[in-house]
């Protein structure tokens, strides 16, 4: 079993929308706030997969609370649960290289300290990274920037994710206390193995003309900025029982990504379970309303939400 937790549900400008004064963009509702569209997988055995990593993503990880590294305790510094903001990430998948699902790789940098940060994209992903980060990746490696190591994520096959040894480790954090006095301790860090493994299947979407990845990872698929499906993809897909999967508005269509009936096609053919509608914008109106009008089995996510799988 796992969990998903939507870290944001929004479409590439967010909601609120800004310099938009809609009764959606000014709602008190916290479910009308949403930030860019990524997602947290923790499997009951410990293994964590975080599903793109767009520029929203420092204040994404920060509503969560984090582990005591010498007790081992959650600080319930929110009240939130089952996600800890600052533990090993396995895996990070991306889906594509737009700014709202990549714009906050630089700040996996406290991640580095767990050991190197495993990338999942495609090779026109990858490519495009080394151009605009290039101080990331060797030669040009700069101090203090997180080892990223990428790897090549093609449809169909599979990316198998494990952790099977505890490592602990001393760590020099820095901070200061209420004075301001720094912290010159080194923590001690435990990195706890993990009991289960994770199988992800890449597949191709097609985000208008951009050929991008959805992840089928068991009962789970995750789609984002999908427009249409290619006939090699629906097999993949087969046997999905909970689909989230991108719908932008319920009208006007858009060139590169579809809307809500289309969507809700998409899951009627797979014969999904439940739906959960990510990446959308101020358009489809208050969350309550906006879920009044969608059928049984499909709703919209929003932002916070943990789901079991
Ligand atoms: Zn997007
Ligand atoms: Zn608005
Ligand atoms: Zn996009």
Known sequence: MMTLTFLGTGTSIGVPAIGCDCDVCRSNDSRDKRLRSSAMIETDGGLRVLIDCGPDFRQQINRYPFKDFNRGMLYQTA????????????AVLLSHIHFDHVGGIDDLRPFAWFGDVDIYAKADVIDALHQTMPYCFKPSLYPGVPHLRMHEARHGEVIHIERPQRKEMDIFYGGADLQGKMRNDTRNITIERATDVLDIIPLTVMHGNLPILGYRIGPLAYITDMKSLPDESWPILEGTKTLVINALRFEKEHHSHHLVDDAIDVAR??????????????????????????PEGVEFAYDELQIRL
């Open 79 to 90: 009240d939130k649960k089952l996600i800890d903001h600052f533990g090993k990430l396995d």
């Open 269 to 294: 053919k797979i014969g999904a379970e439940r739906t959960y509608l990510i990446h959308v914008t101020h358009d489809i109106g208050t969350h309550d309303y906006a879920n009044s009008r969608l």
